[in-house]
């Protein structure tokens, strides 16, 4: 935790939009303890859907599945992934019943990637040295170079262990 991947992701999101790489993009955010109708909310809210029907988690994701299946291309961003979760359930088609429907997940546990099939996984780590105290001096400012204020500056972030978040 803290190295950036839900901000790395929130990026994606926008950048995807932004380049229209996809007729979608949803996010729903899954934790240590997913709800399975939370998740389905969260993304039928970025894709436009006012209100899900009020009845169980299947009917919900029925209608998910064939809200995402109209669509060519979309992007669904699964973030903070704890443990393996069925997407049928969701309500997302991969796979055979929808090529175009592409999935980005994030979980601290490259075992949670592999329960989930993930064809790729990218390993976000924490910073060197020399990118944190770049970091540092880009949040804290110029000041830092003060030969004063330097050496309790660089004790600060290296305290900080390379993780972006608390730099």
Known sequence: GGVGKTTLVKEIQKQAKEMKMFDDVAMAVVSQTPTITKIQDEIAGWLGVKKLPDTDESARASFLWERIKEKQRVLVILDDLWGRIKLSEVGIPYGKDHRG??????????????????????????????????????????????LQINPTAREVADGCGGFPLAL
């Open 101 to 146: 429907c592409n999935i980005l997940l994030t979980s601290r546990s490259r075992v949670v990637c592999n329960q989930m099939n993930a064809n790729k996984i990218v390993e976000v780590g924490t910073l060197t040295n020399e990118e944190s105290w770049s970091r540092f001096r880009e949040v804290a400012g110029p000041e830092v170079d003060n």
